[in-house]
């Protein structure tokens, strides 16, 4: 019974400013994806990082802790994070059950 | 766990979900399909689902990484349509239980799990018989 979550990344660079695109579903199957190509873009010290989650699925705790985690690092390190919210209300209800969508630097608030 | 506000119907004839998941990183997502299914028939409101299927994904990530949780060890998942809008699940694995405590509110990117199934969830526990059943 094998059902790989579809997950991808799609990027974009436009001189310091850096913006991934999240499509399916974040969780504890494709979390290090993620994680290591945020590492990776931070590496080339990028002045904002944005990450559009408009086509992410779903997300759990697993995921919220990444994002928290970069938030806490953006501001140590002085560069700004931005989040798109999703469209997706399963990806969304994770944010709003802890608070996270109003501590999080949302664009906007998620729909 | 259970969702919703309903009572409990009579034991004859409640729609009951039970599959075996191999304990690894895909364990969750197959249990939000299965979940998700299960209570494709129901009357379940799109908001419940969003919530139950959030807290199915929860409780088997925490089967998984659970450190004492044998490796090739197997997670149980019973889902149990009690009512119109209430769902009971069990999620079992071989672990060794845990006793469950508060979230620390200093402890900020940690615990967001249990404190989701602590607010979510209209009734939630953990037995420990042969392995842990949350």
């Not at chain 1, 699925?57 to 994070?81: A, V, Y």
């Not at chain 1, 969304?92 to 501590?103: C, E, P, Q, S």
């Not at chain 2, 299927?53 to 929860?58: D, G, Q």
């Not at chain 2, 979230?103 to 526990?125: I, K, V």
């Amino acid at each position: 019974m094998v059902r790989p979550t579809a997950f991808e990344i799609t990027e974009q660079t436009n001189g310091e400013t850096h913006l991934s695109s999240i499509v399916g579903e974040l969780d504890l199957s494709t979390i290090k994806v993620l994680a290591r190509h945020v590492d990776t873009k931070l590496g080339e010290n990028p002045t904002t990082l944005t990450l559009d989650l408009t086509d992410l699925t779903f997300m759990d705790s697993t995921g919220l802790r990444l994002l928290i985690d970069l938030h806490n690092r953006s501001r140590r390190e002085g560069w700004k994070l931005t989040l798109i919210p999703s469209k997706h209300e399963a990806a969304n209800t994770v944010f709003r059950l802890t608070g996270a969508d109003t501590a999080l630097p949302f664009e906007g608030p998620p729909s | 766990m259970t969702t919703g506000p309903g009572a409990p119907r009579g034991a004859v004839d409640i729609p009951t979900l039970r599959i075996k998941l191999e304990c690894n990183p895909q364990a969750p997502s197959l249990a939000r399909a299965a979940i998700t299914g299960f209570c494709e028939s129901s009357e379940i409101s799109p908001a419940s689902l969003a919530t139950l299927t959030l807290l199915v994904s929860e409780v088997v990530t925490n089967a998984v990484v659970h450190p004492e949780s044998p490796p090739a060890s197997e997670i149980v998942l019973c889902a149990h349509h009690l009512a119109e809008d209430a769902i009971r699940v069990e999620v079992t694995d071989q672990g060794s239980g845990f006793t469950p405590v508060p979230r620390d509110p200093r402890q900020r990117d940690a615990g967001y799990g249990l404190y989701l199934l602590e607010t979510q969830a209209t009734r939630w526990g953990v037995e420990q018989h042969s392995g842990t059943r949350v």
